[in-house]
């Protein structure tokens, strides 16, 4: 929230779903925020990253197990954050219809329901991930050392996940209320404890446990527990026209219209999460300096991610605050406004990955044992800058469609490019070319792989933008 510029309730939902304020200046206040807040996440990852390489180098072998698992445990990070998607998506669009409405003892019980849920969901996790990671592991071509180093580091990232949870849930009902900033100022919150204990834990400074790589995330789910405790203390106070009320009952009819948004939404993006998986097993086969090579581009390649992921939240929000205003056409405006303003600012960050990817690559492979990752993977990063305006699409226009509540639609366009598209692409063009006799010449390695990954951005990022140019969300209810 441009809290700052607006500070009352009631004034603030009326800027955001007044016709006669400039759209971009909307999306701008909810975005900017919301765009900090995303590159402190990226900050934690490359730290994270950088811990490992620059800390917990034995010798060159375990320093490819590492980066491999850490590669893994990027991709269970994102399944953590598909799987957040089956509370924050109805939490965001409930509230922010009901706040556009003015009705907000209403969009105060709705953070009620949505904690609750998010620490049962929260729960559920992490004990099935904690049971089934180690027959996973194996199936995603994980063995020896780095399965070993992959369970512990994931056994860390879920034991206090119920609290992740819990925090996602709190400034996702936070952001539907128009309210940026304090998601904000949690995360750098959480940012500032990151960085001290991961390093501390991995290395066992200052006398406390030497846990070693799996301290890394050890320290990041301490530091999101932290964060949850802060949004919760936030929310019983009041904040944005939303407070706790830890009391309240379970309404069961709340309940049902927050999964009846957010069930689609989580299948969408467990669904993605399966298909990173399959995908991420494709790759291990190629050996382990792809995989390590893999995992270091896409923490690069979050820096347009994540910017597309502010403006989805800008997308998001002011779709459902315009929607429950009764202004469908001031929202159909603030997406376009929102989708156009991001994927400028990702094909910017594109720019940087074309120009600039050897030397990015140089930052977590300084030695010269490490040549070959960087060799293999510094293309790749060439190749995804020109993504990245149906990236943007595939972030921002989701987003504006979760917003109005149509998230049953955008499942189908997953299954194409992930299933239909990426994966038999991977398979084709993801093989070593000195390996394979079977038309070697398709044979292309890690980059191979990034094609495919390519071609099913641009397939769903053009679909999601006829989706959402057909207007058929906006007859949606929630």
């Keep these: 929230m441009a809290g700052s510029v607006i500070s009352d309730p009631v004034d603030k939902t009326s800027f955001y779903t007044d016709p006669s304020k400039s759209a971009v200046l909307k999306v701008f206040f909810l975005a900017w925020p919301a765009l900090i807040l995303q590159f402190l996440h990226l900050v934690i990852n490359l730290w994270d990253r950088f811990i490992a390489g620059r800390y917990l180098l034995a010798d060159s072998s375990s320093h490819l ?7 893994t445990g990027q991709y269970f990070s994102w399944l953590i954050s598909s799987y957040s998607v089956l509370v924050t998506v109805g939490s965001t669009a409930l509230v922010a219809r009901f706040v556009g409405a003015g009705d907000f003892k209403s969009a105060s019980k709705v953070v009620h ?4 849920l998010a620490f049962a969901f929260g729960v559920l996790a992490s004990l099935l991930a904690i049971f089934f990671i180690p027959f996973i592991l194996p199936l995603i071509g994980l063995e020896g050392m780095a399965a070993n180093e992959a369970y512990g580091f994931l056994f860390n990232s879920f034991v206090l996940f119920p609290f992740q949870m819990v925090e996602a849930a709190g400034i996702a009902c936070l952001v539907g209320a128009g309210n940026t900033l304090t998601g904000l100022m949690v995360l750098t919150f959480v940012t500032m404890l990151n960085i001290p204990l991961s390093y501390i834990f991995a290395t066992g400074v200052l006398g406390f446990a030497n846990l070693g790589f799996s301290g890394i995330a050890f320290g990041t789910s301490l530091s ?5 405790g802060l949004v919760l203390i936030l929310l019983l106070r009041g904040n944005s026209s939303l407070v706790w009320h830890f009391l309240e009952k379970i309404d069961f009819e709340i309940v049902t219209r927050l999964l ?15 298909g990173q998986f399959i995908f991420l097993a494709i790759i291990n086969n190629l050996g382990e300096a792809a995989g390590g090579a893999h995992g270091i581009a896409l923490g690069w390649e979050a820096l347009g991610y994540l910017s597309g992921a502010a403006f989805g939240t800008a997308a998001i929000a002011l779709v459902g605050l315009n929607l429950g205003a009764g202004l469908p056409n001031e929202a159909s405006k603030c997406a376009w406004t929102a989708y156009f303003l991001g994927a400028v600012f990702m094909s910017i960050m594109g720019m940087i990955f074309f120009f600039f990817s050897e030397p990015m690559f140089l930052v977590f492979c300084p030695d010269p044992s490490q040549a070959e990752i960087v060799r293999i993977g510094a293309p790749v990063l060439r190749l995804i800058a020109f993504a990245m305006p149906f990236l943007a699409s595939c972030i921002i226009m989701t ?16 299954w194409i490019g992930f299933f239909l598209l ?4 991977a398979l084709l063009f993801a093989r070593n070319p000195s390996e394979d006799i079977f038309m070697p010449e ?5 980059l191979g792989a990034w094609l495919a990954m390519f071609i099913d951005l641009f397939a769903r990022g053009v679909l999601l933008i006829y989706r959402f140019a057909t207007g058929k969300w906006k007859l949606v209810k929630v």
């Design 65 to 71: 197990s590492i980066q491999t698992a850490q590669t």
């Design 113 to 116: 329901q949505s904690l609750i």
């Design 224 to 228: 999101h527990f932290a964060g949850s």
């Design 260 to 274: 009846r948004i957010s069930l689609p939404a989580g299948v969408d993006s467990l669904s993605i999460g399966i």
């Design 399 to 414: 987003s504006a469609l979760r917003g109005a509540g149509d998230t049953r639609v955008p499942v189908i366009f997953t």
């Design 422 to 425: 990426r994966i038999p692409a």
């Design 442 to 446: 398709l044979a292309f390695g890690l």
